[in-house]
């Protein structure tokens, strides 16, 4: 995989972060359709903040994800943004998560992320 360099109007840029994020209780949530749909979120979450999703994959009690984040976005917003906006747009198609993850939070708190 070559590293093609990125630019901003005054910056080149060459920014990968490798990150991991679970579900509320690590429950094994992400399978069928919710994994379809969750990967349909992450995408169109990503395209809207310009973030380039390199490789991603999910199991049944995590998301890897390997992102290159321009350098506007901090990795916390950036990851704020995602799993805030990715657990409200579950909760509008799947009503039925509510009875397993309470009000609304379909994330576990915090995440693991790592440079590459």
Same mark, same amino acid.
Request: proline content about 3%; charged content about 25%.
């Given at each position: 995989?070559?590293?093609k ?8 840029? !060459? *920014? %990968? &972060?490798?990150? #991991?994020? $679970? ?5 094994k ?6 994994r ?8 169109? !979450? *990503? %395209? &809207?903040?310009? #973030?380039? $999703? ?40 799947h009503a ?21």
């Amino acid at each position: 995989m070559a590293n093609k360099l990125n630019s901003l109007a005054h910056t080149k840029w !060459l *920014c %990968k &972060y490798h990150i #991991v994020f $679970i579900p509320k209780y690590r429950r094994k949530a992400i399978f069928n359709q919710y994994r379809r749909d969750l990967r349909d979120y992450i995408r169109l !979450l *990503c %395209k &809207y903040k310009g #973030v380039e $999703i390199i490789e991603g994959h999910m199991m049944p009690d995590h998301v890897h994800l390997l992102v290159s984040i321009p350098p506007k976005l901090s990795v916390s917003q950036f990851m704020g943004y995602l799993k805030g906006k990715s657990a409200l747009m579950m909760f509008d198609r799947h009503a039925n998560l509510k009875y397993k993850y309470g009000n609304r939070h379909f994330g576990a708190e915090g995440y693991y992320v790592s440079t590459v």
